[in-house]
Nanobody
């Protein structure tokens, strides 16, 4: 079982990137998925999440209006479209599989303990 995150890179402030997270070995179409990030010297923080159907999405306040999460269950892939990037978005981005298909409260989506499988991360660097 593997989660492969890709699409990171170096981009100027104001630019865009699209991250992908492809699962292989098993399907996660019945699980919510999330994106987290960790900047140097900081704790891992929630970025965005999506329920199993893709009908509900959640965002950290810091990325709301700039990032869009989506998923294609037929491809076993989740995406994170990142626009208007800022230097503070620089971090390693991780995708993760949640324990449940969805949660009744949005706070669960931000809790790292609700995710039981993690990808290896992809570096995003935004130059100012």
């Amino acid at each position: 079982v593997q989660l492969q995150a890709s699409g990171g890179g170096l981009v100027q402030a104001g630019g865009s990137l699209r991250l992908s997270c492809a699962a292989s070995g098993r399907t996660f179409s019945s699980r919510a998925m999330g994106w987290f990030r960790r900047a140097p010297g900081t704790e891992r923080e929630f970025v965005s999440a999506i329920d199993w159907k893709g009908g509900s999405t959640y965002y950290a306040d810091s990325v709301k209006g700039r990032f869009t999460i989506s998923r294609d269950n037929a491809k076993n892939t989740v995406y994170l479209e990142m626009n208007s990037l800022k230097s503070e978005d620089t971090a390693v981005y991780y995708c993760a599989v949640a324990r449940n298909a969805y949660y009744s409260s949005s706070s669960y989506y931000t809790d790292v303990d609700q995710y039981y499988y993690w990808g290896q991360g992809t570096q995003v660097t935004v130059s100012s």
